[in-house]
Each structure stands twice: as C-alpha cells, then as structure tokens.
C-alpha cells in the first residue's frame, strides 16, 4: 500500500528517527554507559568513561549525542554535572533489548548472563532477577495481585497486605494498576510501576538489599533472607 503527501512524509521521519536511536544504542561504548545507568543512578561522566572503557574525552562526545536524542539527561550539582537516564521509556527500551538479545540465536551473537545480575538487579527503579520475579509470584501466589498480560491489578488483599507490611499504598489505592515488565533473564514477569516501585524502595529501607557500587546487582542482607523467608515465603536457595 503506498502513501501520499504529509503521512508518506510521517513515516519516513519515523523511520528515520528509529533507526537514529538504534545506532546512538547500538555503538558498543554508548551501550555500556547506558546500561550502568539503568538502575536509575546518576553518574559522573569518568565514572561512564570507565564503563565504556573510553576516554573521558570520548565519553563526553557520546555524552552530547545521548543528550541531544534525549536518551539521557544531566543533574548539575555545583561545577559537578551527573548523566542519568531520561526516562522510564528509555530504560524501558533498554530491557527490551535485552530481552531480544537474551533469547537471540547462538549463531547471531553469543549472550553472556552474570549470575549476579541474575539473581537480584534493580530495573531501573524497581527489582528485577530472580527476586523480582520471585516476589511477583508470591503476591500473585496469596492473590495480592492479579495479572493480566502486562497489567497487574493490586487486589484489596493485596492493599491491605502491603500496609501491614509497612508501605503506604495511598498511591497505589489511587492507581491500583501497574506495568509488568518480562525479565530478560528470567523471561517471566516481574512488578514496575507504582507496586513495583514501592516494594523496591521498603526493601532499601528496611535494609534488606544494598545496591552494588558499581552495577545493577542487588546484594540481599542476612536481614533481607530472613524477612523475605517470613513475608513471601522466599528461600535465598530459591534464587542461587
């Protein structure tokens, strides 16, 4: 079928635009800085450098064009400035990829997942892995949430079970629907949006994980094995 006029125009700037972004993704050095951001930290331009293995000067030119797209933006704290990702889309596309890219065949590109990551990482701003995955099952195990496809529905069980467990749910009483997002490593689902967001935030909290310096990788504390063993039912051996 062929178009005419403004909307044959459309969709070649879209196509255009798409495969603009997809070569900003795809350049090796930009990717690697990308994915150390995708926990939602911000980051000093060395500190992307040395994750892309590049030189500070070469950083800050892939720095510019991440910017320009709009894939990134800057925090200026004094003479310091610090990169994060833009937004929820942005890091969204990002465990896209890696989902196509943890289930792509062995002859177009071999896929190296660190058990680490696997069995606890943050999505951006909520948990991912294994303990994602596993805390999604346990909500939908005792009804507290219901899914539906990429929707998940927090139930009234599923309110009153997470206040009891100490997280205030006016926002979520208000929007009691939330993304899932399918788990490149896992390949099943595990809660974002408000839920999703909640639950990372109380674990930090109640100091059940701790964040890794230097990647997404979530540590889960002698604390956090004994809560989630008493709250979800989840046994560490369950995620090793």
Known sequence: MRYAGLEEVSIVSNADWVAEIAALVGEPARAHMLLALGDGRALPAGELAACADVTAQTASGH??????????TVVRQGRHRYYRI????????????????????????????DPVLQEARTCYNHLAGRLGVAICDALVR????????EIAHV???GLAFLESWGINVSRIRLHPACRTCIDW??????LAGTVGIAIHEH?????????????RAVRITPTGER??????GIALTELR
């Open 227 to 232: 809560g989630l063993r008493t709250v979800f």
């Open 185 to 190: 490593s896992e390949r099943r689902h595990h």
């Open 142 to 149: 005792i009804r507290a949430v219901v899914l539906d496809g």
């Open 63 to 72: 720095l510019a064009r991440l910017e320009q797209a709009g894939l990134v």
């Open 203 to 215: 674990c930090l909290a109640l100091q059940w994980i701790e964040h890794h310096l230097d990647s």
């Open 155 to 157: 139930t009234t069980e």
């Open 86 to 113: 833009a937004s929820v889309e942005v890091a969204s596309m990002l465990e896209a990829v890696m989902a196509v890219a943890a289930v792509s065949p062995p002859a177009v590109m071999r896929f190296h997942a």
